[in-house]
């Protein structure tokens, strides 16, 4: 609902024959279709009169009898997905009928504890978005940065040295068939395995999730496909895009069908690789045939990068690793506050 660009517009005429869908400031939104089904939120003030898709219901509360915020903080809460969980429809696609989500229950205290609750989770839930907003501004400041010693990655105003990323790269290897790692292959975690990294790694940006594994045999006869700390993997089905350096003291692994693996030389430093390919990664899905799927590395590796030098690269690396310090005492305090948001909304609903 705050996003504009979502926003789709109809005539008046239409308007009217679908009005019995308008929607009203405070109403609860409620998803019927995945992803995920049952998210919730509360429409905001707008002048503009409003409908919705056929893929929400809307939800209006009996305010002498129920709090909106509380309502919808309630709709966040374990309880009310476990009660979701009984009441959805459908195997591959999952979703909820109207008259289903109309039988999940609600504990519904006197008026005055729900005033008492919602504040203490607003003044929580305010705390934590002014922390991910002052991350926000921290990652801008290293675009300025970056923008401010190298120039636009298009017009290259500085006139850097023109190269590709595959001349930056000693490989880059896209993981193998579908076929060639399949779930029948994944075993038990032990000394003996090597983990298979997936695109979630990418797209969370953590070595330590997941939970495939494969025996050395396997890995040794996909080792083509192995990947070690340092290299950079990059989301390629799907959310495209998406990248991650693995860290010092990760799992040895293979990567699979769904990850782009970069190995760098030493013609770029690994956070101007990074961050120049984020900056560009637009190209990355407007150009080919295949938004959805990168099939084919000849693509990749041919994808144009200015490279400065290194002196340049150095001076950007010291200005990431003095902000990556102020994020990380930022990144702690949001930790804080989001296990005490946890902490209360299992407190207040169970």
């Known amino acids: ?21 308008e929607i009203f400031p405070g109403d609860i939104l409620i998803s019927r279709l995945p ?7 509360i429409v905001p003030d707008k002048e503009e009169r409003m409908i919705t898709a056929v893929d929400c219901s809307i939800c209006r509360v009996k305010n002498d009898l129920i709090d909106t915020h509380y309502l919808c903080y309630y709709l966040q809460s374990n309880q009310y997905y476990k009660q979701l969980d009984q009441n959805v429809t459908g195997t591959t696609r999952k979703r909820i009928s109207r008259k289903n ?8 205290p006197a008026l ?3 005033y008492e609750v919602v504040q203490i989770l607003d003044k929580v839930s305010s705390a934590i978005l002014d922390k991910k907003k002052q991350l926000e501004l921290f990652d801008e400041l290293i675009k300025s940065r970056f923008v401010e010693l190298f120039g636009d990655p298009e017009t290259n105003p500085y006139g850097w040295e023109k190269a590709t990323v595959g001349e930056v790269c000693s490989s880059i290897v896209r993981g193998p068939f579908g076929s060639a790692l399949k779930k029948e292959f994944f075993v038990e975690p032990s000394e003996a395995t090597y983990k298979v990294y997936e695109q979630k790694h990418a797209i969370q940006k953590s070595a330590t999730i997941g939970t495939y594994y494969v025996t050395a045999e396997k890995f040794d006869e996909l080792r083509r496909f192995e990947c070690v700390a340092g290299d950079i993997l990059m989301s390629c089905s799907g959310t495209m895009g998406e990248l991650y350096q693995l860290p010092e003291g990760c799992e040895k692994g293979l990567i699979n069908q769904a ?23 637009g190209n990355l899905e407007t150009k080919g045939s295949g938004i959805q799927n990168i099939a084919a590395v000849s693509y990749v590796k041919a994808m144009p990068i200015n490279l400065a030098p290194m002196e340049v690269q150095e001076q950007f690396a010291a200005f990431v690793d003095q902000t990556d310090k102020s994020k990380v005492a930022i990144q702690k305090s949001l930790n804080e506050m989001q296990v005490l948001y946890d902490k209360l909304m299992q407190e207040f609903f169970g």
């Open 112 to 114: 005055d504890k729900q």
């Open 259 to 281: 990850l782009c693996k970069f190995t760098l030389n030493k013609k770029i430093l690994p956070i101007v690789f990074l961050t120049y390919m984020k900056q560009t990664i």
């Open 1 to 21: 609902m705050d996003k504009e660009e979502h926003a789709k517009y109809i005539s008046e005429a239409t308007f009217e024959e679908l009005k019995c869908t």
């Open 101 to 108: 989500l109309g039988n999940v229950e609600v504990t519904v």
């Open 35 to 41: 992803d995920p089904v049952g998210r919730a939120c």
